[in-house]
């Protein structure tokens, strides 16, 4: 999904300068976290340059881009302050992934609390899957795009969002039971559960997608 983003008054805001950015093809996640901890400028660049759209692609289907951006916005702000503390990662985009959605269930339990009371175990999110994340084949055309998203956000808020992890942005199963606080075989039963949902979803409009 494309996006102005990395455009933003929040980009300009991060950086004061332009810093050189790192070559993927010479680092892995470990080495770049690691620099990144230390100060190294050109980390923070390859970090932000290449997971500030994919963190707000994913947060744009859990709620408001607005909330998104100040979520984003305020985790590399924090994240730069306490790069000494932070801890180890092998996979820095979930290690975001993760900080952005902690954020995003903060801002919206207070906001759900202010505005109706205590939300309990309530899922915090009202998912919605925009037609560009269909990615069944990249030729269809927008009218069946929207048709997909439509039947898929039929599916229980949960199940989108653990297919969202899995199929869009390449999570791992232990990855998303992390994310989502459950165990390993909850989360993959989940996905499956989800993949069965939508197989059977999509068979009253098969033939338009033909």
């Known amino acids: 999904m494309e996006n102005p983003y990395l455009d933003s008054s929040v980009d300009r805001g991060i950086f004061d300068k332009k810093y050189p950015s790192l070559s993927e093809a010479t680092v892995d996640d470990e080495v770049v976290w690691e620099k990144f901890k230390k100060g190294d400028k050109a980390a923070l660049t390859f970090i932000y340059r290449n997971y500030a759209n994919p963190l707000y692609n994913y947060g744009c289907q859990l709620t408001s881009k607005e909330i998104v ?41 207070k906001m759900t609390k202010e505005q109706s009371g205590d939300m309990g175990d309530a899922y915090p999110f009202a998912i919605s899957l925009s037609p560009e994340l269909v990615l069944i084949n990249q030729q269809i ?29 390449g999570l791992k199963y232990d990855q998303i039971a992390s994310l989502l606080g459950m165990k390993v075989k909850s989360a993959r039963a989940l996905v499956y559960r989800g993949i069965d949902s939508m197989s059977k979803l999509l068979i009253p409009v098969r033939k338009n997608l033909l």
């Open 69 to 109: 951006k100040d979520a984003i916005h305020d985790l590399f702000i924090e994240i730069i302050n306490n790069k000494e503390r932070l801890g180890n990662t092998n996979s820095i985009k979930y290690y975001l992934f993760k900080s952005l959605r902690n954020k995003l269930v903060k801002v919206l339990t």
């Open 141 to 169: 055309d927008e009218e069946k795009r929207s048709m997909i998203a439509a039947k898929l956000n039929e599916l229980p808020p949960l199940q989108k969002e653990a297919l969202l992890l899995f199929y869009y942005e």
